[in-house]
């Protein structure tokens, strides 16, 4: 398995504090069965900014520590980019790190709180641009969870889109659980990551997704979640599918 989301480069966010954590979580990652990682530390989400040429540094003397200690685990710079009215300036900058060499996928986060207006236009430039945006776990976006048929735009206008494994499974309750089922049932969901953050609290829980998945939807969409993460980290083609709107439940009225 391969993660494009997670958080254990050591320090820079809220993610793992240290060396020392960040290699074990590195450990358990290679024990899990996930084989590579692109580390996406939070970028300008008005607490964290981790520039590009840090977050390459970074990235490398941790693979440095990971291979002295004989952890067969390999680690990818990110960011996970945090939509602001800015964020063409930032690419222009060069300060945004793809998650891919070609700078084809960004890893873009949207405020859990709902979807900005100007959402739409932004991704629109950015396709415009040759740039696929991943919006990174949508199920958990009170604006999506409240107009499934936003999220069936924007990945109808060329977006991918990033699903939390631990999403899938329950840990953000029940409703995010059935979200994510729907997201993934109508074709709007492209693959899975962790979002691992630290021992603590949000783990990889990567496998036990792929196992519910292959349960729930079968081997060939394990095998196009496992792909397109590939893909995304390598800068290629990814396979969405035939995508769907998410029916709506009737509501029970109570007349009766
Ligand atoms: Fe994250």
């Not at 989400?45 to 840090?54: R, S």
């Amino acid at each position: 398995m391969i993660d494009i989301h997670c958080h254990i480069l050591p320090g820079v966010d809220d993610g793992s504090p240290d060396m020392e954590t960040s290699l074990k979580l590195a450990e358990v990652a290679e024990k899990e069965g996930i084989t590579a990682a692109l580390l996406t530390p939070h970028h300008m989400d008005g607490e964290y900014v981790n520039h590009k040429n840090d977050v390459e540094k970074e990235v490398a003397e941790f693979q440095k520590q990971i291979n002295d200690h004989g952890i067969n685990f390999k680690v990818f710079p990110g960011q996970e980019v945090h939509i602001t009215g800015e964020l063409l300036y930032e690419i222009d900058d060069g300060d945004i790190l793809f998650a891919d060499p070609y700078n084809r996928y960004l890893m873009l986060e949207l405020p859990h709180t709902g979807v900005p207006e100007y959402t739409e236009n932004m991704l629109f430039e950015l396709i415009a641009r040759g740039i696929t945006p991943v919006i990174v776990h949508p199920e958990r976006n009170y604006g999506f969870q409240d107009d499934h048929d936003l999220l069936y735009s924007f990945v109808e206008q060329g977006a991918a889109t990033q699903l939390t494994a631990s999403s899938y499974l329950g840990v953000f309750g029940k409703e995010v659980e059935k979200f994510t089922e729907e997201i993934i049932k109508a074709n709007l969901g492209t693959t899975f990551a962790s979002d691992a953050h630290n021992f603590k609290g949000r783990r990889y829980r990567m496998g036990d997704a792929y196992n519910k998945l292959k349960k729930q939807f079968g081997i060939k969409m394990v095998a196009r979640y496992e792909y397109n993460a590939k893909a995304i980290l390598n800068g290629d083609d990814i396979e969405q599918g035939t995508i769907m709107p998410i029916k709506k439940k009737k509501k029970f009225l109570g007349l009766f």
